[in-house]
């Protein structure tokens, strides 16, 4: 079989789509180095210039995977088009799917790691005055009534976090709801 001559970006993107997907399907046992660089079509060397090892590749796949949700987030929370009640609402409906499709593999141990914990703090960091903004903008056209808005947006943050995080919590319909209703009561949506 003939390579096919990729950019590394590329090729690095391709195989870390390539484990996700994997990963996505059989958690970290459900897949091995093989299966992803027969899939790409390239040789295993190849993935070891890119990658240190399974669990160095598991752990950039989903914090790959943070990054671009944590960013579609972020836009829909900067964008000019939406209302304030849409930004709240769509970037909620939004975190839901991304909890929701990793709820499987919260319990692997790729979940667990201090670069996944150093990972959030960033997003956080960044979300958080993301957060904050809308719900000025909604105290500001008295859609919301809270005092804090800075206390309030990083409950908010951290709450869904521990949702995220959650062992217990089976997630359902109701619990997404009462997800949302939580944050409105929490911002006094009137």
């Known amino acids: 079989m003939k390579r096919i001559s990729k950019e590394p970006d590329v090729r690095r993107q391709e195989l870390m789509d390539i484990g996700f997907e994997l990963y996505m399907k059989g958690g970290v046992k459900g897949f091995s180095i093989k299966d992803v660089v027969n899939r790409a079509g390239v040789a295993t060397g190849l993935f070891y210039y890119y ?3 399974k669990e160095g ?3 950039e796949i989903l914090n790959d ?3 671009k949700n944590m960013e579609e987030i972020q836009q ?3 964008s000019d088009k939406l209302t304030v009640m849409q930004k709240m609402t769509e970037s909620l409906e939004t975190f839901w799917a991304f909890v929701e499709k990793l ?3 919260k319990n692997e141990d790729s979940f667990q790691t201090e670069q996944h914990f150093q990972l959030e703090q960033k997003v956080f960091m960044q979300m958080q005055p993301l957060i904050q903004q809308v719900i000025e903008d909604g ?3 008295r859609i919301f009534n809270i005092d804090n808005p800075i206390l309030a947006s990083g409950f908010i943050l951290y709450g869904l976090s521990s949702i995220a995080h959650s062992k217990k919590l089976d997630l359902n319909n109701q619990i997404k709801k009462e997800m949302i209703n939580l944050v409105l009561t929490t911002l006094k949506y009137n």
């Open 65 to 67: 995977y943070i990054v």
């Open 139 to 141: 105290v500001r056209t």
């Open 103 to 105: 709820a499987p593999y």
């Open 57 to 59: 590749f598991v752990d």
């Open 76 to 78: 829909i929370l900067n």
């Open 51 to 53: 990658f240190k090892s």
